[in-house]
């Protein structure tokens, strides 16, 4: 109990020690302050006794009476003073209203008013600094700034004769400090003083404890009731009542983003497999047996399942080599009784070899889910996207600003839209409009079409293939001018200057732009070298400039992937493809070509060594009308860009073909050649073709079947010369023909 109420006494004590710095700073002030009006009196007391002493002597002033039944008033607004009793020292008071007041007037002796201005100004107390001023508050002046015309105050006696009565003053007093600043007399007349025929600066400390500054001016002295202006201000510039009324009407315009809500989108439960722990065991003990008939022992360490892929995990005895079981894939895909079984050997991180084993039941990744999912919001990036998920089950996000640029392909109905889709989606739940801005190229016309009249769409979505050269074209001058403004402010990217200029009104928000382009093959057969041209400058620097692409292909070949655009874009995702070939071509390694189709995809990220297998989320093209119907009723009419739809349009125009197009368009009738096709499908058949074998089959000159070779080049047909050795095929029949169907190639 003692220590109780030590503990409560010293805690009192400390209470106390804390109080009295305050206590004792605001006695001093006030000491001070009544020091200083003491002194001003006395001032003015003494002032007043001197004027007193040595007036003229003159007849009485007596008031004289206007048309209007008004008081003659000076024209500076004087204060009126009369004596006391004779008995008093002489000070200066106010008039008092009343028959008194009247008949002081019609006894005391006019003044000089230059004089008495002249003593008054000596009287009064001018504050050397903003600190000396009385600390009492101004209600009003903590806000905006505020300009108050106040009309000089004091008490101006006017006399009134009237025939058949007495003489009487009438007191009629102009609108007061107490009605403006409610204060006390003392205040107020230090007020006045201060105010009166000067202009000054006015120090306060106002209720919020802030230090703004009053300016007190008078307008003129022209005036027959000088008016005399107060501005208070905070020191820096506060906008007006207008202009934030303006700037809240313009806010108040633009609807605000509401997120689209995740019951939006589709889902079903997982199917029911009662059977999973039975399939397990029973692909692991073929997997260990089939590798043993071929004298490869194995014993297996880890089982992890996905959605779709079971990768079981196996460990090599030693003198076994690892590439001994790569090569054992169809033999292992025999004895499993199934198709699409990769082999990773070894895994990544892992001294272990992983046999990816399709599942007998399968199960769909809907887009719903991982948006849900805690690591998708809670993402600080704003353009996280959903990608799928890995074969053991756990979701996969993707960042565009780390990618920075993704390169997508795949054969037809293999996923790839689907994929584009499900990011487009996850960016509406993930970033508003005013923070990221979307370009759409849509060279099918069906497939994106869908987006147009959102908020986030710089321009609606692009169809024509010029256009979309041509805003490829204004993305690259787009990077060019934000490069100068991120240099402007010496920042390093769009992260750095938009926290630079975040307090400066007048400097443009700069928002991420992602360029979506759902098929190249269109653009290259358009205008090649200028799509070319400006994919390789975008994804050089454009990272650093907040601006992203996005590119996707069902024609992975080398005329439209080429050399420069791969060693550009770094970050890819390869689906179902036709060949090993075309996978090197997307990916540089083989097994695109042994995915399942349905979603499953490999990617391959930036700096990795080997992609990643992943099962791509679904979103149904019902669930995206239904999230973009909702943005739009609840934004309103999409204002798109009119600028950046121009400038698009200028470029469009500039953009011409290259020889290579030019090659399959009109002036391919130059250089038409009618053993073109018979060539082609020779090499079809074959599998390779050299110009030998031209000459051989097809009976011609060492010119011509070179002439041929060459033409099927960049047609994207062959690949590129490697010596003597002959040159493989890059394209299937089934391709072959889709590039006749769609006039491709004339032949």
């Known amino acids: 109990m003692l220590l109780v109420v030590i503990s409560l006494l010293v805690i009192f004590a400390l209470f106390l020690l804390g109080l009295t710095p305050h206590a004792v700073r605001i006695c001093i002030a006030y000491k001070l302050y009544e020091q200083r009006e003491k002194l001003r009196a006395e001032r003015a007391a003494a002032q007043a006794r001197k004027l007193h002493h040595n007036k003229p002597e003159v007849e009485p002033a007596v008031p004289v009476p206007v048309q209007n039944g008004g008081e003659q008033r000076r024209a500076r607004g004087a204060y009126i003073y009369e004596e006391e009793d004779e008995g008093s020292e002489g000070d200066a008071q106010p008039a008092d209203s009343g028959a008194e007041a009247n008949a002081a007037a019609d006894t005391e002796p006019a003044i000089d008013p230059a004089a008495f201005d002249a003593a008054l100004r000596d009287s009064e107390y001018v504050p050397e600094s903003a600190d000396d001023a009385p600390p009492f508050d101004i209600p009003g002046m903590a806000n905006d700034t505020v300009t108050e015309h106040i009309k000089p105050v004091g008490k101006a006696r006017t006399a009134k004769k009237q025939a058949g009565a007495g003489a009487k003053s009438?007191?009629?007093?102009?609108?007061?400090?107490?009605?403006?600043?409610?204060e006390s007399d003392d205040?107020?007349?230090?007020?006045?003083?201060?105010?009166?025929?000067?202009?000054?600066?006015?120090?306060?400390?106002?209720?919020?404890?802030?230090?703004?500054?009053?300016?007190?001016?008078?307008l003129g002295d022209e005036a027959s009731e000088a008016d005399i202006t107060l501005s208070v201000s905070r020191g820096a510039a506060v906008p007006s009542q207008s202009q934030?009324?303006?700037?809240?009407?313009?806010?108040?315009?633009?609807?605000?983003?509401?997120?689209?809500?995740?019951?939006?989108?589709?889902?079903?439960?997982?199917?029911?497999?009662?059977?999973?722990?039975?399939?397990?065991?029973?692909?692991?003990?073929?997997?260990?047996?089939?590798?043993?008939?071929?004298?490869?022992?194995?014993?297996?360490?880890?089982?992890?399942?996905?959605?779709?892929?079971?990768?079981y995990e196996l460990v090599p005895e030693e003198g076994v080599r690892v590439r001994s079981i790569a090569n054992l894939v169809d033999d292992i895909a025999l004895n499993l009784a199934t198709t699409g079984v990769r082999i990773e050997a070894p895994i990544p991180g892992k001294s272990a070899v992983g046999i990816e084993v399709p599942?007998?039941?399968?199960?769909?990744?809907?887009?719903?889910?991982?948006?849900?999912?805690?690591?998708?919001?809670q993402a600080p990036s704003k353009l996280t996207v959903t990608l799928g998920m890995d074969v053991a089950g756990e979701p996969v996000y993707l960042d565009i600003a780390k990618m920075p640029h993704l390169l997508i392909a795949g054969a037809t109905g293999m996923g790839k839209s689907v994929c584009i889709n499900s990011m487009i989606v996850s960016l509406l739940y993930k970033a508003t409009p005013d923070e990221v801005k979307l370009i759409l190229v849509d060279p099918k016309k069906v497939e994106l079409n869908i987006y147009n009249g959102l908020p986030h769409l710089l321009v609606p979505v692009v169809s024509d293939p010029k256009k979309a050269a041509g805003s490829l074209q204004w993305a690259v001058a787009e990077m060019e001018r934000r490069f100068d403004l991120i240099e402007s402010v010496s920042a390093r990217d769009i992260r750095g200057y938009n926290i630079a200029t975040k307090d400066d009104p007048e400097k443009e928000f700069l928002p991420y732009i992602v360029i979506i382009i759902d098929e190249l093959a269109d653009l290259m057969m358009t205008a090649p070298s200028d799509v070319e041209e400006s994919i390789c400058r975008l994804a050089q620097k454009a990272r650093a400039a907040g601006m992203h692409l996005i590119i996707g292909t069902q024609r992975p070949s080398v005329d439209v992937i080429t050399g420069l655009i791969k060693a550009n874009v770094p970050s890819r995702i390869a689906f179902t493809v036709s060949s090993q070939t075309d996978s090197r071509v997307v990916i540089d390694t083989n097994g695109a070509e042994k995915l399942i189709g349905r979603g499953d995809m490999l990617y391959?990220?930036?700096?990795?060594?080997?992609?990643?297998?992943?099962?791509?989320?679904?979103?149904?093209?019902?669930?995206?009308?239904?999230?973009?119907?909702?943005?739009?009723?609840?934004?309103?009419?999409?204002?798109?860009?009119?600028?950046?739809?121009?400038?698009?349009?200028?470029?469009?125009?500039r953009c011409g073909t290259s020889k290579k197009s030019a090659a399959?368009?009109?002036?391919?009738?130059?250089?038409?050649?009618?053993?073109?096709?018979?060539?082609?499908?020779?090499?079809?058949?074959?599998?390779?073709?050299?110009?030998?074998?031209?000459?051989?089959?097809?009976?011609?000159?060492?010119?011509?079947?070179?002439?041929?070779?060459?033409?099927?080049?960049?047609?994207?047909?062959?690949?590129?010369?490697?010596?003597?050795?002959?040159?493989?095929?890059?394209?299937t029949r089934q391709q072959y023909m889709e590039m006749v169907v769609n006039r491709d190639v004339e032949l």
């Open 359 to 377: 599942n007998r039941v399968v199960s769909t990744v809907y887009a719903r889910e991982l948006i849900e999912n805690p690591k998708f919001m």
């Open 170 to 182: 009438e007191q009629q007093a102009e609108p007061g400090l107490h009605e403006i600043f409610g």
């Open 187 to 218: 205040e107020l007349d230090f007020i006045r003083k201060f105010a009166e025929n000067r202009s000054g600066t006015l120090g306060y400390v106002s209720a919020d404890g802030s230090r703004p500054s009053g300016g007190v001016s008078e």
């Open 664 to 731: 399959l368009g009109s002036d391919a009738d130059d250089d038409f050649d009618p053993m073109l096709k018979p060539a082609i499908e020779l090499a079809l058949d074959s599998g390779k073709i050299a110009t030998s074998l031209i000459q051989r089959k097809l009976k011609l000159g060492y010119g011509r079947a070179a002439k041929l070779i060459d033409r099927m080049e960049e047609m994207g047909i062959v690949s590129p010369p490697d010596g003597n050795k002959p040159r493989e095929v890059l394209i």
């Open 604 to 653: 391959a990220p930036v700096g990795s060594i080997k992609p990643i297998r992943v099962q791509g989320a679904y979103v149904s093209e019902k669930d995206v009308e239904a999230v973009v119907e909702f943005i739009k009723q609840n934004v309103g009419e999409t204002d798109y860009d009119s600028e950046v739809i121009e400038s698009i349009e200028r470029e469009a125009e």
């Open 244 to 311: 934030t009324a303006a700037r809240a009407e313009q806010q108040a315009e633009k609807p605000k983003y509401v997120f689209p809500s995740t019951t939006l989108l589709h889902i079903e439960p997982a199917p029911k497999n009662s059977d999973v722990s039975e399939e397990l065991h029973s692909n692991a003990v073929k997997l260990v047996e089939t590798l043993r008939s071929f004298k490869v022992r194995t014993r297996i360490v880890n089982v992890s399942r996905g959605p779709t892929i079971t990768r």
